[in-house]
């Protein structure tokens, strides 16, 4: 469910050159909620909100709803509030994974095998190589909303342009159920009427140092040098990545393959806690459900991010990369535990562990934890520490095994214990 920023006066005839626009960004539309329309046609036309329970929050919103003002990452109770009579719903992402899978394979795969999966409810597509075929990149743009709508029962929205950046702006604009074409002689005029957070990657912490500046607009941003950008944000990267943002440039390809840049978990109490055994004790489940996970798939892990939600609905989160990459939740909780210490203001993070009873300074409404920084566990390189290789010189000296390989081997097989008899039959102490 896009939040961007949409403006009527940008949903109109932009001319109809075609030449160089071979980028298309295909975006379901509310993908969710129209999904279970799709599936229970009793409900067209009623406001379909996906998020159930009183602590959690909402996943997507049929357009019905958001007439009600209800949106997405709002809390549930929320929308209940803005929109009783709505139809409330649990997220069912397995169906949704399963639905976004078969219109990859029955649709966008007929085009092009140049497609790049972004999230479970949108794409890239690179259609260069197709046009010998169908001519016209507006043409295929029809094609994949038709076949979309006829075969699935839901709509989807298609942007057409030179790059992945304006391409992804005109799909949000010609929302919903709709196609929007910027030929390349237009891209700097039609990224510049946007409003600064109409730009992918514009937040509002960045927005609101950027107000500071003197910029509101993108047009604004475009009249600033690169230099003085990279002054007012403190990064030169990133200012040089918004100064070609602003002349409607972007020099990204459409990659069909993206490796996973990440594997987390994270879960939302019962109530608002304040209780350090409580969300450490989360934050150990997750990391035995990440561990596994980077297992099972090959992986290895070099940086933590630990996530929180507050009472207010705030968000918070760190990240710490270690010394060498890890695939154990016996390394990855206590960083994640130090880093949950650390957002909180904790000075120890090591004495909040042996004394877990100590209160937390605020009501903690969601916790987790991810890992990122990924490769090939078969093809990584450890750089062993002096303490590993004084370990490893004991344990042969003793006829033994170090301490981290009993930890790894006592969670694979715990590993092959749930595979036979489910995720809940063995769980980790740490």
């Known amino acids: 469910m896009s939040t961007a ?48 329970g009183t602590r ?40 949704y994974r399963m639905m976004s899978r078969r219109i990859i394979e029955e649709v966008f795969s007929q085009v092009t095998d140049r497609f790049e999966q972004v999230s479970v409810d949108e794409a890239y597509m ?30 989807c929205s298609v942007g057409v342009a030179a790059n992945k950046l304006v391409a992804k702006m005109a799909s949000t604009n010609a929302k919903p159920d709709g196609m929007l074409l910027i030929p390349v002689a237009r891209h700097a005029e039609f990224v510049q009427m946007m409003p ?33 950008l990279a002054t007012a944000i403190g990064s030169q990267t990133m200012a040089h990545g918004l100064c070609m943002a602003a002349r409607g440039m972007d020099g990204r390809a459409v990659t069909p393959y993206t490796p996973e840049k990440s594997i987390g978990s994270e879960s939302t109490f019962p109530e608002d806690t304040r209780d350090m055994r409580r969300v450490c004790d989360l934050l150990r489940r997750c990391c035995d459900e990440v561990a596994s996970s980077l297992r099972r798939r090959g992986l290895v892990a070099r940086t933590v991010t630990v996530k929180l939600r ?17 695939d154990t939740a016996a390394a990855l909780y206590p960083q994640s535990v130090e880093l949950l210490c650390r957002m909180l203001g904790i000075e120890d993070g090591v004495a909040a562990m042996r004394s877990p009873d100590t209160p937390l300074p605020r009501d903690i409404r969601l916790a987790g934890m991810s890992a990122s920084g990924l490769a090939r566990s078969a093809g990584s390189t450890v750089q ?34 749930r595979r036979k008899y489910g995720k809940g039959a063995a769980s980790l102490g740490l």
């Open 196 to 228: 600064l957070r109409g730009i992918p990657g514009i937040g509002p912490s960045l927005e609101r140092r950027l107000a500071e500046w003197g910029v509101k607009t993108v047009a604004d941003l475009a009249k600033m040098s690169e230099q003085t």
């Open 384 to 417: 062993p520490t002096l303490d590993d290789v004084l370990e490893e010189t004991e344990a042969q000296s003793a006829g033994t095994v170090t301490r981290s390989a009993r930890q790894r081997d006592a969670e694979q097989a715990l590993d092959a214990i």
């Open 310 to 326: 507050f009472a207010d609905l705030s968000y918070k989160s760190m990240s710490h990369t270690m010394e060498r990459a890890e």
């Open 126 to 155: 690179d259609v260069s190589g197709a046009l010998l075929a169908w001519q016209r990149p507006t043409r295929i743009g029809a094609w994949i909303r038709q076949e979309v709508a006829s075969r699935f029962h839901v709509t």
């Open 5 to 52: 920023p949409r403006l009527a006066a940008a949903k109109r005839d932009w001319g109809h050159d075609e030449t160089g626009c071979t980028v298309l960004h295909i975006d379901m539309d509310a993908f969710y909620a129209s999904l279970e329309v799709a599936r229970h046609p009793e409900l067209k036309g009623k406001p379909v909100i996906i998020g159930t």
């Open 56 to 95: 959690s929050v909402v996943s997507a919103a049929s357009y019905e709803a958001r007439r009600y003002g209800v949106n997405s990452a709002m809390a549930s109770a929320r929308a209940r509030q803005l929109c009783p009579d709505g139809v409330f719903l649990p997220v069912d992402m397995h169906y």
